[in-house]
């Protein structure tokens, strides 16, 4: 009987104890390598708060909060009363789960995880042409656009056909070359971009813009092509 009521005791109090603490779905948040990243709780503190506390995987304690103290395990981080969590002078090894801990004066406590992820910033692609057959009435050419950098998605931005002078009157005045276009290639990843143009002229010649990246060589990070395959026949 009395072994009974033990187990019914501590049903009870796991159940009491499970109540007191509120699981908040995880979020994200992106930095960029040498800026600042702010981790904020989902749950602002609308309830007061006696003590909050961040770990990093969940294991080491990198901040904690309270009405009688404020400390930081690094000089580059900051904990607000709110808090939020801000993270200064960003590398790549900041990528982690963090968790957030609010610990309320009746014994609740609410916890979230914020994934942040820190990406490098986009450099200064290169770009060239190769050419598949080119004469004064056909051009076929690879447009290829690279970065030694990965995680990052490619797009080619085609010449602007037929720019309008005047176009809110009837008889709008054309301008274009039809033996020079541009083509741009944008490199982007979720904290910064950055592009670069190819010009084409006839019958089939190309120019890349100048680039610092074009010189360096990753050592041991894959290098990633954008490619379009351009064709242009004259009449």
């Known amino acids: 009987m009395a072994a009974c009521l033990t187990a019914a005791f501590l049903f009870l109090l796991f159940i009491v104890q499970a109540a007191q603490v509120q699981s908040i779905p995880s979020s994200e948040a992106v930095g960029a390598v040498g800026g600042v990243a702010y981790l904020s709780p989902r749950l602002q503190t609308h309830m007061p708060y006696n003590r909050i506390h961040w770990r990093r995987n969940n294991t080491v304690r990198?901040?904690?909060?309270?009405?009688?103290?404020?400390?930081t395990s690094e000089e580059r981080m900051a904990l607000f009363p709110n808090g939020t969590l801000k993270i200064s002078d960003l590398q790549k090894n900041d990528s982690n789960v963090y968790q957030v801990y609010q610990e309320g004066s009746k014994g609740q406590e609410d916890i979230e995880n914020i994934f942040l992820t820190v990406y490098e910033l986009v450099p200064k692609p290169t770009v060239n042409a190769k050419v598949i057959r080119g004469d004064a009435t056909h051009c076929e050419a690879t447009l290829e656009c690279s970065v030694e950098l990965e995680g990052v998605t490619y797009e080619w931005?085609?010449?602007?056909?037929?720019?309008?002078?005047?176009?809110?009157?009837?008889?709008?005045?054309?301008?274009?070359?039809?033996?020079?276009?541009?083509?741009i290639c944008r490199v982007s990843n979720p904290v910064s971009s950055n592009n670069a143009s190819l010009t084409y002229k006839h019958p089939c010649s190309w120019t890349g813009e100048s680039s610092v990246a074009s010189s360096r060589r990753a050592v041991s990070v894959l290098l990633a092509l954008g490619h379009l395959l351009f064709l242009l026949t004259l009449a």
């Open 157 to 183: 931005i085609p010449p602007t056909k037929l720019p309008l002078e005047g176009v809110r009157s009837s008889k709008p005045r054309v301008s274009f070359n039809p033996l020079m276009e541009t083509y």
């Open 62 to 71: 990198i901040a904690t909060w309270s009405k009688e103290s404020n400390s």
